[in-house]
């Protein structure tokens, strides 16, 4: 079993960065593609990133191509979303979750075996 768990998460103005970490235990993932998701109110969870277990390959939804990079530590089993101008769009909770993928890049849901509880992002105008 592996156990997910997010941080970073908080408050920040528009314009502003946060950098979010997600810390795996129970196993190695170095052979999984690490993703962050996001859940605003009222709405489905949609993907945001993914890096390969490598770590040379990533993917972006469209709406946060260079302002947010991913990437990760295998030695530390963490994975990190560097998050820059920050826009009040981009307020939701945000989850961490792990693909032993077979296709590239795992952007459903249902690609991923294991997630975090969530770090609440909030991006004041």
């Known amino acids: 079993q592996v156990q997910l768990v997010e941080s970073g998460g908080g408050l920040v103005q528009a314009g502003g960065s946060l950098r979010l970490s997600c810390a795996a235990s129970g196993r190695t993932l170095s052979r999984y593609a690490m993703a962050w998701f996001r859940q605003a109110p009222g709405k489905e969870r949609e993907f945001v990133s993914v890096i390969s277990w490598i770590g040379g390959t990533t993917d972006y939804v469209d709406g946060v191509k260079g302002r947010f990079t991913i990437s990760r530590d295998n030695a530390k089993n963490t994975v990190y979303l560097q998050m820059d101008s920050l826009k009040p769009e981009d307020t939701a909770v945000y989850y961490c979750?792990?693909?032993?993928?077979?296709?590239?890049?795992?952007?459903?849901?249902?690609?991923?075996?294991?997630w975090g509880q969530g770090t609440q992002v909030t991006v004041s105008s």
């Open positions: 979750a792990a693909s032993r993928y077979s296709r590239w890049p795992p952007i459903q849901k249902y690609e991923y075996d294991y």
